[in-house]
């Protein structure tokens, strides 16, 4: 399927630093939760199943990409307010996406 560059456009993907991290016993399948600083859009609570690769201590201070115009999805305890973004190692457990620099947090990828 192909798409325009206004279809791209709804999608508001913008960079974070994950400023607190937790188990997250409660969930269905393996998961984290997460804080997220977003700069002057300000913080979002987001869980993410990434246990396979990520230790919640080692996680704050990192930057990671999500998508922050989804609607808000409860997910067990925890209302999940942005899709913080991976893709499949060849076991197809979750490698997140991250700027290779430090940049402001809430900067819009384009």
């Known amino acids: 399927m192909t798409i ?4 791209f456009q709804k999608v508001d ?4 630093t994950i400023t607190r991290a937790e188990p997250f016993p409660e ?9 997220l600083d977003l700069g002057e859009m300000g913080e979002r609570r987001s869980s993410a199943q990434i246990t396979r690769h990520y230790d919640p201590d080692a996680l704050v201070g990192r930057q990671v990409l999500c998508v922050v115009n989804f609607p808000p999805r409860q997910i067990g305890p925890v209302m999940s307010e942005v899709l ?4 499949p190692d060849t076991d197809d457990n979750v490698v997140l996406i991250a700027p290779d620099q430090p940049v402001p947090n809430g900067g819009r990828l384009y």
């Open 4 to 7: 325009t560059f206004d279809d």
């Open 13 to 16: 993907i913008r960079v974070a």
């Open 27 to 35: 969930a269905r399948k393996p998961a984290i939760k997460l804080w």
């Open 84 to 87: 913080v973004l991976g893709v």
